[in-house]
């Protein structure tokens, strides 16, 4: 190799050498933020997506990754195991026999989700109990929805009533407008894209479950509270329903500083993120740190600390 070659290869080498190494010759290893959320048509993706583009743009030796799951339950699985560092997921998720689950702690809590009971604008179905010998998707394998559902069912005593199965959100739509299933459940912050295209193409209702808030917080947990959904969400009339926290959580093995600058970015670039889906509007430092009974991260919380009035 000629000697001038040969020199460019040795500077090269040392470039990329340079870029791997701080100055006290250590490797500097890359951060990574796998981000658990949903599936693709879901707030959890969307907020999700807008998220990581934030920590890849803004968190200097971070690289963010989006994990495509069945979200809530899965999510936790996969932040509790080690293959996410932070995921979404329903608050009640969380919570088995009245006590969070171990290892896992809150970043912030980010909007409610709102359980929809889904049906089309000519069903018959107006109250739970109209769901019986009815053919109903109760939400995903490995998702929040379905653990909201198995206790809504339980308290109602309709564990056995219906014909039920278990779609994705995307397969539910598609099986109610195709006509093989007569309603859905999903659990969702507002509004939810594909239910909201639904009722543009075919026309829905949404079910009434507020009755019901009261039997889950006594048997369950008091996540359970009441919430409407306005016309504005879905041009339906208004109803009112069950919903529950939806948080951002991490191992609590996360570092204090990955876990202070997560929740900084979480909180500072918001309006980033309500441009993805508006359900992130709702993000406030004030009621982010509501995250009981799941603890706050200590970084998180030095972060709320930091901007305490």
């Not at 969380?94 to 359980?115: E, Q």
């Not at 998702?143 to 069912?153: E, I, N, P, Q």
């Not at 099986?175 to 859905?184: K, N, S, V, Y």
């Not at 204090?256 to 441009?275: F, G, H, N, P, Q």
């Amino acid at each position: 190799m000629p000697l001038r070659s040969s020199r460019r290869a040795t500077l090269a080498g040392l470039l990329a050498l340079l870029m791997v190494t701080g100055c006290d010759g250590r490797t500097t290893q890359e951060r990574r933020v796998r981000i658990a959320t949903g599936s693709p048509t879901a707030v959890y993706h969307a907020i999700g997506t807008s998220l990581a583009g934030v920590i890849d743009r803004e968190l200097p030796g971070a690289k963010s990754e989006v994990l495509v799951t069945a979200a809530s339950a899965e999510n936790v699985e996969k932040v509790s195991q080690g293959t996410a560092e932070i995921g979404f997921t329903q608050a009640d998720v969380l919570v088995t026999g009245g006590a969070p689950a171990p290892t896992v702690v809150a970043l912030a809590r980010v909007y409610d989700d709102l359980l929809h009971l889904v049906v089309r604008a000519d069903s018959p179905i107006a109250t739970l109990e109209g769901l019986k010998g009815m053919r109903v998707s109760v939400g995903a394998r490995g998702s929040g929805t379905t653990v909201t559902v198995d206790r809504l069912l339980s308290v109602a005593n309709m564990s056995n009533a219906m014909y039920r199965r278990q779609l994705s959100l995307d397969d539910s739509i598609r099986a109610l407008r195709d006509g093989e299933i007569d309603a859905f459940f999903f659990s969702g912050g507002l509004p939810v894209t594909g239910i909201k295209q639904l009722g543009a193409d075919v026309g829905i209702r949404v079910v009434d479950l507020s009755r019901w808030a009261g039997d889950l917080r006594r048997r369950y947990s008091d996540v359970y509270v009441v919430r409407d959904v306005p016309t504005s969400a879905y041009s339906v009339p208004p109803v009112a329903t069950i919903a529950v926290p939806n948080l951002l959580v991490a191992s609590e093995s996360m570092p204090e500083d990955l876990a202070y600058e997560l929740t900084r970015l979480l909180m500072e670039r918001r309006e980033v993120l309500a441009s993805a889906h508006p359900a992130a509007e709702r993000l406030d430092p004030r009621t982010a740190i509501s995250t009981l009974p799941v603890p706050l991260h200590p970084g998180a919380a030095r972060y709320y600390r930091s901007v305490k009035p």
